[in-house]
């Protein structure tokens, strides 16, 4: 269900209102692999796509026309925020960039870095009425900023945190203490996900979206005592047939 905050406020969105007291944690897949998408969009619990300029390469999509409708494809394929990275690295090209992004499909989430021409582009945007995620964010600082500037989405990147041996589901707790003492709405979307129990340590943290890749997902399936238990069911059942 997609839904978009009442701009009047004495007949809001019946929807938007339904959200505010139901919202839960949002799965998105991060990847640019049309199979893997679908895999994950058959599983039922989808709820969006987040791709970056590095994932398409690995799809070996190339040149423009391929990028905008390898996008288009994805939004035809998920029902929900689909996030397409921007490559340039100043305001007027950013806009301009932004701007045909968010013209593929309404789903379309522009995705921003985090630099100075990207959080005065997440304020243009904001006040454009479209939809950001700002990314390669790694402190509670840079945080800060993309919430002031409206950004839809923030994306700290726990996994690339813990590589570097500091804590990246921390990160996520300290963003998420600070939105809500702050009032800020924008969602905290835990990306560089490495593996299921950095799914659950983010769902403990506050986050209001894991992206993750298909493996990950695939893991929160896993525990052995459900194999042995079904094996078990399953031979007894025959005892009843
Ligand atoms: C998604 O929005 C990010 O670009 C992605 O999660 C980065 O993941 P990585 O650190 O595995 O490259």
Known sequence: MRCNQPADFLSP????????????MKFFIDTAN???????NELGILDGVTTNPSLMAKEGIKGQDAVMNHYKTICEIVDGDISAEVISTEFKAIIEE?????????????KVPMIKDGVKAL?????NGIKTNCTLVFSAGQAILAAKAGATYV???IGRIDDGSWDGVQLIAQISHIYKLQGFKTEILAASIRSALHIV???????NVCTCPLDSILGLLK??????GLAKFLEDAKKTM
């Open 201 to 207: 340590k983010c769902a403990e943290a506050g986050a």
């Open 123 to 127: 304020k243009w945007f904001t006040d």
């Open 13 to 24: 969105d019946p929807h938007w209102i339904f959200y505010l007291i139901t919202t839960t």
């Open 223 to 228: 525990h052995p005592l459900t194999d042995i």
């Open 34 to 40: 049309l199979a893997q998408i679908k895999e994950a």
């Open 155 to 157: 994306s700290p990147f």
């Open 98 to 110: 932004g701007n045909k992004l968010a013209a593929i499909h309404p789903n379309i989430i522009v």
